[in-house]
């Protein structure tokens, strides 16, 4: 199975959106579709016998148009020409068509009532340019009856249609000398509703485009040029002659070009685009970097290892997008009105045009309300409500060091009442240390180290990795002829010529029923925080070594507010009891689950969503997958390289907990956005509707087209609008 995301033109509305989705869901050899109105993309997962053009060609049947695989650096220029000389225009048909009812002067040859056949034909031939100028949408009005997914589109055109044909009858009546159908002209409603509809358009993208901005930005982060080291000094080279395996040179002030690893050099980079995090990072040899880092002040030489669409910055915004073309379960209402709502408006304006023909309402008036019913219904306010803040609130977690996979998070995390921690490298900072050892052996301590190192190498576990980085330092050699195998939950087993080895826990002595005599140490190692790994070789206990951690320096702030948000905390643990229990003391965490494997850490997440906790879980990303994969949302304390095989739903880049209560706060603020602006939707058209219907004319409460136009402008740009002061959200 393959997975695209196309660029789609020509949609307007939700309901260009949810037809186009509904339609691709429909094809055989696509299995999901997801199409996003505010990124104008399709996220497509299909067959391996589909190609790109097939898709292509299922897009242009549904009515738009496919601009092939989403290209956020592509750029179109916009030109305001046409609105003003279209407002020249409209303003001149304006001033034909109604200077004699408000007193202004006229001209004489275009008198209504001196030369009715000058006058009708002129607004005729003013009119046609409108009807050119908005030839998109009507083919797009006329495409999406034709498929059954009637749009906003649909209905102006048949509003605008019925308006201009009645104007021509008039106009055809007037030349054949029925001079009194030159009072039953439209032709100025029909111009100002296809102008107002192409200028709010026009308005409504440039604005929706800013909420892109997050996005965009992370494109353009990296630099177009590098220095290639070569062997008479560097030279400057584009991104596209960069291979894997260069060796690049960057000096202070310039970015980073490509990912890579720090071959020469020390040096502080600024990695806050990616991190959100301020303060400058000390990078040196052996070092991973990240292309679009600033470098401060020194000179590095690094390796190019991932380059363009494998970097972690198009990882990232390929993930960010995805994301925004999820659907969160509150657009699902939205989707599910919208997918209805223009033909209940088609069904209530034809209702409007009967009734009031019954009610002795002339044709002229009943017409008119026929399309202001029309013009005014505005689906794209309830379309935009959900994904533009959704599309925001993306680009601002992104922007901070928050990487959220999926939309329904942005609806989940301010729902969370239960968080559940993993212990080691996420509460802790996972930079482990030997800290004692106890030789029970005849073997010198570094052989015994040795040992531990030999078999551990080969572990992917935190703990493995704290060990070795500790041998290392201890210049420890290891040896590479262990045959090792991985026990969950245990540790390590290891078979070198005839000899088993184990670098294990107490859990696995008591199964194999090893005779353990060194409990007392272990007890000691335990109570100051240790964690412990025994070292048994043909079932004899050859050593055991203390391993201990450091606390992260913000977890015991992030429980405080945790615990003022009342939320339950959980501290989830393969470790011992009394290491546990320790970390737990220190950090004000009283429920401790600890000694778990992790088939029993995802028997502990089973249980609490069977008692109704909407649950987080925060791990590694590696280690705690199945856990993590049950919980509501799983954060993943991962680093930012790690990106592209990381399973969490949300990703802390910086490694900082904290951001886990921006994520909450961001998640409280887009849900009341999303409320704010579907209240809006809803509120908007119940009003606006039965008005242009004319049922409050009684109390002289009554709108002709134009203004229904206008108003249907303003209100899909409040929605924009509201949508965008999520921008100004200030993260810690």
């Keep these: 199975m393959k997975k695209i995301i196309l660029g789609i033109e020509g949609m307007t509305c939700s309901a260009c959106s949810n037809g186009l989705e509904k339609y691709l869901n429909k094809q055989d050899g696509i299995n999901l579709a997801t199409v996003n109105l505010v990124m ?43 609105f003003i000389v279209y407002g020249f225009l409209a303003t001149i048909l304006m001033y034909i068509s109604m200077a004699t009812m408000i007193n202004l002067p006229t001209i004489s040859l275009l008198d209504m009532h001196k030369y009715p056949i000058n006058y009708s034909v002129t ?11 908005g030839s998109d949408i009507v083919k797009s009005g006329v495409k999406n009856l034709v498929h059954k997914m009637p749009n906003m589109d649909t209905l102006v055109s048949i509003g605008v249609f019925s308006s201009f044909l009645y104007s021509l009858f008039g106009t055809i009546m007037v030349i054949l000398g029925k001079t009194e159908y030159i009072h039953n002209l439209y032709f100025e409603s029909t111009a100002f509703v296809i102008y107002f509809i192409k200028l709010g358009r026009f308005i409504d993208k440039n604005s929706k485009d800013k909420t892109k901005e997050a996005i965009k930005e992370l494109v353009t982060m990296t630099p177009k040029t590098a220095k290639l080291k070569t062997e008479d000094g560097f030279k400057k080279v584009t991104l596209d002659e960069i291979k894997k395996g260069d060796i690049l040179i960057c000096f202070a002030g310039e970015k980073i070009a490509v990912d890579g690893v720090i071959v020469k050099g020390t040096t502080h980079l600024d990695e806050s685009f990616i991190t959100g995090e301020s303060k400058p990072v000390t990078k040196r040899e052996d070092d991973k970097v990240i292309a679009g880092s600033i470098n401060y002040d020194g000179i590095i030489e690094y390796k190019a290892e991932k380059i363009g669409k494998d970097s972690t910055i198009s990882e990232i915004v390929n993930l960010v997008v995805e994301a925004t073309n999820t659907k969160a379960p509150i657009s699902l209402l939205a989707d599910k009105i919208s997918s209805y709502f223009v033909p209940i408006i088609i069904i209530l304006a034809v209702l409007t045009f009967i009734v009031s023909l019954i009610f002795g309402i002339s044709f002229n008036e009943s017409l008119i309300r026929f399309v202001t019913v029309l013009v005014v219904a505005c689906p794209c306010a309830l379309g935009l409500a959900t994904p533009l803040a959704i599309v925001i609130a993306e680009g601002v977690s992104a922007k901070n060091g928050i990487l959220v996979k999926s939309s329904e998070t942005f609806e989940l995390a301010n729902k969370i009442n239960t968080i559940v921690f993993d212990k080691t490298g996420t509460l802790t900072n996972g930079n482990l240390k030997i800290s004692k050892v106890y030789n029970y052996s005849n073997l010198s301590e570094n052989n015994l180290l040795s040992i531990l190192g030999s078999i551990e190498e080969k572990s992917t576990h935190p703990i493995a990795k704290g060990v070795i980085n500790s041998l290392k330092e201890k210049n420890i050699t290891f040896d590479n002829t262990f045959e090792v195998e991985n026990l969950v939950g245990f540790g390590m087993k290891a078979i070198k010529e005839k000899d088993i080895y184990y670098a294990c826990n107490s859990k696995l002595l008591n199964k194999l029923e090893i005779t353990n ?97 909407q649950v987080i879980m925060v791990g590694d990303g590696i280690n705690d997958a199945p856990s993590l994969t049950l919980a509501d949302i799983a954060i993943s304390v991962s ?68 203004i229904a136009c206008v108003s249907m402008i303003l209100s899909s740009l409040f929605v924009v609008f509201n949508a965008l002061r999520l921008k100004k959200i200030k993260l810690n």
Excluded: H
């Design 40 to 82: 104008a993309t399709a996220s497509i997962e299909y067959e391996d016998n589909l190609t790109i053009e097939d898709l292509a060609k299922y897009v242009k049947e549904a009515g738009f148009t496919s601009t092939g695989v989403a290209n956020l650096n592509k750029k179109k220029k916009k030109s305001f020409i046409p």
């Design 123 to 133: 607004l005729l031939i003013l009119t046609i340019p409108f009807l050119i100028y």
């Design 517 to 613: 005599t060194y409990t007392e140490d272990e007890k000691k190692l335990t109570k100051s925080g240790n964690s412990i790994i025994y070292i048994v070789k043909n079932n004899q206990i050859l050593g055991l070594i203390g391993i201990k951690d450091t606390i992260r320096k913000e977890a015991k702030k992030l429980i405080d507010k945790l615990k003022k948000l009342n939320i339950d905390i959980i501290m989830l643990t393969g470790d011992n009891k009394e290491t546990a229990n320790e970390i737990g003391r220190e950090l004000g965490i009283t429920n401790i689950i600890s000694d778990v494997v992790p088939k029993e850490k995802a028997n502990a997440i089973k249980d609490l969503k069977a008692k109704n906790k």
């Design 639 to 706: 680093s930012a390289t790690d990106i592209a095989t990381d399973t969490a739903d949300v990703i802390l880049m910086n490694n900082n907990l904290l951001k886990i209560i921006d994520l909450i706060n961001l998640s409280a603020k887009t849900l009341k956005n999303i409320k704010q602006n579907l209240f809006w939707a809803f509120a908007y058209n119940s009003c606006m509707v039965p008005i242009a219907m004319g049922i409050f004319t009684k109390f002289n409460i009554a709108i002709n087209p134009m």
